[in-house]
């Protein structure tokens, strides 16, 4: 699978949006982007995945670039409940392979 | 949702006796699971892939012998830590496949943490 790139750590202000950046660009053309978060000492939690339009759910949005080289995930109003470390994996989807995770984004919401 | 219940949630252990975490999926069955390790301030690691009624397959690294996994079942499986040192206590995370073959990714249980003394 395509390696990940994300910033160590972010900060954002509670009920700003979040904005979450993931550099993967040797992906290829049949690997999923997906986003998990882990909170402190619980295990990690789907967030949203896509190949390569933009989605959205209840919990987040993501956002590929046309080239799919890099995504953006984004949580619209981030809560202090949002702070986690968020990882971004890519992934060729296929019966039952490993996901494998990087170093992750450490997001901290601030009051 | 798909659920993954892991138990137990924290246990603390002698050196050099053995301990056993239980993975199960709640309401789905699960051909293959997954178990991981984390240490404090680092990302998961990969240590094996689970397969009902076969062996486990290790990844480079994970002794076998130290790490026993049983999957005997399609909604059960097991890793034991052999002879426990205090480098083994981490925080050990299953997951399972919630859907066959398609990219709906995987749950994740809520982790052990294992504290060898």
């Known amino acids: 699978d395509a390696k990940t790139t994300q910033p160590p750590s972010m900060d954002c202000a509670e009920g700003r949006a979040a904005n979450l950046p993931c550099n993967h660009s040797t992906i290829s053309g049949n690997e999923y982007v997906y986003w998990y978060r882990q909170i402190h000492s619980q295990g990690p939690q789907y967030i949203i995945h896509?190949?390569?339009n933009n989605e959205t759910n209840e919990m987040a949005s993501l956002i590929i670039t046309e080239d799919r080289k890099s995504s953006t995930l984004i949580l619209p109003h981030a809560t202090l409940r949002d702070t986690a470390v968020y990882y971004c994996?890519?992934?060729?989807?296929?019966?039952?392979?490993?996901?494998?995770f990087g170093a992750g984004t450490r997001l901290t919401v601030k009051p | 949702g798909a659920v993954v219940s892991q138990h137990p949630s924290r246990v603390i252990c002698k050196s050099g006796t053995s301990v056993k975490i239980e993975c199960r999926s709640l309401?789905?069955?699960?051909?293959?699971m997954f178990w991981y390790r984390q240490f404090p301030k680092k990302s998961l690691m990969l240590m094996a892939t689970s397969n009902e009624g076969s062996k486990a397959t290790y990844e480079q690294g994970v002794e076998k012998d130290k790490f026993l996994i049983n999957h005997a079942s399609l909604t059960l499986s097991t890793l034991t830590v052999t002879s426990a040192h205090p480098e083994d206590s981490s925080f050990y995370i299953c997951s399972a496949q919630t859907s066959h073959g398609t990219e709906s990714g995987y749950t994740f249980g809520s982790g052990t943490r294992l504290t060898v003394v």
């Open positions: 309401d789905f069955q699960a051909t293959t």
């Open positions: 896509g190949l390569k």
């Open positions: 994996i890519v992934r060729v989807v296929y019966n039952n392979n490993d996901m494998r």
